[in-house]
């Protein structure tokens, strides 16, 4: 989990959170993530690929003003060796749900965008994603 204060200039005029700025909250928690289980999403563009968003869902339950902090919990919902979906949660300081959502991503080689299967480019974040994968669908 993440914590994201808002900043003023993430608001609109009426004063929370305007609705494309959750997605950037989302980003930051999936790259901390991605970090603290011992992967580098650097690496895999440094090798030549990208893991873009292919979908997003959000929804919206409660707003969220200058001055809350957003507290945002990831994690890997189902994985197939080709495309990741992550949930997400995101609460405010008294655990009330601001927002759930869904990004499904996919890893494509940089020059052309064709999709790769993470098994054979990348077997660590393979091994990784099975396991977290696992670990979701037992509870």
């Known amino acids: 989990m993440i914590e994201v204060p808002v900043r003023y200039a993430e608001t609109d005029m009426m004063g929370v959170v305007y609705h494309a700025n959750y997605l950037i909250y989302l980003e930051m928690a999936r790259t901390s993530m991605i970090k603290s289980i011992g992967l580098d999403y650097k690496e895999m563009e440094d090798a030549g690929y990208v893991s873009p968003v292919t979908n997003a869902n959000v929804d919206y ?6 001055g809350d902090t957003a507290f945002v919990s990831v994690w890997v919902k189902y994985y197939d060796g080709l495309r990741t979906i992550y949930a997400y949660e995101v609460t405010n300081a008294e655990g009330k749900v601001a927002a759930s959502a869904e990004t499904t991503h996919v890893v494509v ?9 993470l098994p054979k ?13 696992q670990e979701t669908a037992h509870g």
């Open 61 to 66: 339950k409660r707003s969220l003003t200058y």
């Open 109 to 117: 080689k940089k020059e052309n965008f064709r999709p790769i299967r």
């Open 121 to 133: 480019v990348f077997p660590e974040w393979h091994s990784i994603y099975e396991r977290l994968n």
